[in-house]
Structures are given as structure tokens and as C-alpha cells.
């Protein structure tokens, strides 16, 4: 069975050496809907696949992180990376170009191994994470599996290389989540209210 949540943001950010001229030369903003699909052959005790109330915590966060904030790829030009990090409290570097097919791509990332490294408290068993479908306009989006997550030839994601502006991780639950994250340690989810 597969479930799917809905995340919302505004993200402003330059897609160098793609066709357009506007996306290439030119910051602009979407109104992004990120679709995080999940999976599982099982039902836990509250007969779910996985509690859609469970995702607005660690995986709430990191989608978050990209509201309201400028995606910077760390191959751009230097200059115009110290300008957004100096005039924008919110950004996020990225090892890769932030495009709709590589948002997919970092989301599915770092909510897979959230997913990982999660510790299950209602009998949820083989959840897996499915896809993630990134809508960049109401008419175009890019939907990545976990073959293109791994998949090197379009680009090494390095989880370590994302960085976050400090306000960012203040306005986590858990402003060490990300170092915790990349430590591997354990994510608490909530004890099922009985």
C-alpha cells in the first residue's frame, strides 16, 4: 500500500546552464508541492501504514528548511553566493543545481534516511520510502525513485554538503537535528497516545 503527504514552501532560486534564459540568469521564486510517498506491505496498530501525524516532526523540518529561503547550488558563482548568504537570513546550499528533478532527488535523501534512522513505537514494519514528487508550477513536476536518489550520473548528493543558514536551524524543533542526522542517531517517534 502506498500513502502520500502533502508539504508546501516558497523557495526562490537560479537553475544555471538550463534552456530558459529567465531560469538560468534570473532569481525567482515558486509556489512549491512536494508529495513524500510512502510504502509498506504491513498496517501497524492503529491499522496505518505509517501515522500521517508522524511526519510533522523531523520530516516536517527538513522540508521547511526550504520555505521562505533561497536554494543556492554550491557551483555558482562565488559572488553571487556571498550576496544571497549576506542580504537572506534563510538559505540553503545545495551540491547540486536546485532544480525540480534535484529537489526530488536531496528531499528523497534526507527523508529516506530519516525514515532509517527512526525508531517505530506502534508496530509500523516495512515502511519504506517510495518516492518524492516535487511540483514546481502546477503543470510541471519531477517525481524521483530511490534508483534516481543513488543514482551518481545525475549529479553525487553528499547529505554532508547540504548546508543550512544558521536561522534555519534555529526555527527547527530540534536545532541540532541535521548533525544528528548525519551522526546517525536515533529519532524518537512519539509514543502512541493511548
Not at 30 to 41: C, P, Q
Not at 152 to 178: H, T
Request: net charge negative; charged share 30%.
Amino acid at each position: 500500500m502506498i500513502i502520500r503527504k502533502l508539504f508546501k514552501f516558497e523557495n526562490a532560486h537560479i537553475v544555471r546552464n538550463c534552456t530558459s534564459e529567465r531560469c538560468k540568469f534570473s532569481l525567482h521564486g515558486h509556489s512549491y508541492k512536494i508529495e513524500v510517498l510512502f510504502e509498506s506491505n504491513y498496517l501497524d496498530q492503529g491499522q496505518m501504514v505509517y501515522d500521517f501525524g508522524l511526519t510533522k516532526t523531523t520530516i516536517k523540518d527538513f522540508i521547511d528548511s526550504f520555505d521562505h529561503a533561497t536554494a543556492i547550488w554550491s557551483g555558482d558563482d562565488s559572488d553571487y553566493i556571498e550576496a544571497i548568504k549576506r542580504y537572506s537570513l534563510r538559505w540553503v546550499m545545495l551540491p547540486v543545481s536546485p532544480s525540480a528533478e534535484q529537489f526530488s532527488r536531496v528531499i528523497f535523501l534526507a527523508v529516506d534516511r530519516i525514515l532509517a534512522q527512526t525508531k517505530m513505537k506502534n508496530g509500523e514494519k516495512g515502511v519504506r520510502l517510495h518516492s518524492v514528487i516535487v511540483h514546481e508550477t502546477d503543470t510541471g513536476y519531477a517525481q524521483g525513485f530511490r534508483e534516481d536518489a543513488y543514482n551518481e550520473q545525475m549529479g553525487k548528493i553528499d547529505l554532508k554538503e547540504i548546508i543550512f543558514s544558521e536561522q534555519v536551524c534555529k526555527e527547527w524543533q530540534d536545532p541540532k537535528m541535521w548533525e544528528k542526522l548525519l551522526a546517525g542517531e536515533e529519532f524518537e517517534n512519539p509514543k502512541p497516545i493511548s
